[in-house]
């Protein structure tokens, strides 16, 4: 059983920056890939990004790439989605989530393949 609790949403103008950061309990963060899920209003919950076990690998949906960044401590239970050039269309509440159903240094893209999901932040872009 793992617990995940995310921080770091907020609003902020489109071209700004935010830094979501999930810490999850317990001892076996480094054997759970993480990955990073977002629902827009109105919508169903859509992958943004993950990150291997070791931080080896990395996938994102298209319309992130080169904007976010996800990245990984494992001595500090910490996964983190570092989000530049912020558009309206970012607008949502994201979710962190771990999943030991990936092979090593492998990422995945379906939601189903996620076992444990944090609470949820909220981040808000204005136009």
């Known amino acids: 059983q793992v617990q995940l609790v995310e921080s770091g949403g907020g609003l902020v103008q489109a071209g700004g920056s935010l830094r979501l950061s999930c810490t999850a309990s317990g001892r076996t963060f480094g054997t759970y890939a993480m990955g990073w899920f977002r629902q827009f209003a109105g919508k169903e919950r859509e992958f943004v990004a993950a990150?291997?076990?070791?931080?080896?690998?990395?996938g994102y949906i298209d319309s992130v790439e080169g904007r976010f960044t996800i990245s990984r401590d494992n001595a500090r239970n910490l996964v983190a989605l570092q989000m530049n050039s912020l558009k309206p269309d970012d607008t949502a509440v994201y979710y962190c989530?771990?999943?030991?159903?990936?092979?090593?240094?492998?990422?995945?893209?379906?939601?189903?393949?996620?076992?444990?999901w944090g609470q949820g932040a909220q981040v808000t872009v204005s136009p």
């Open positions: 990150i291997s076990r070791g931080a080896s690998h990395r």
């Open positions: 989530a771990a999943g030991r159903t990936f092979l090593p240094d492998t990422v995945g893209r379906e939601a189903n393949l996620y076992e444990y």
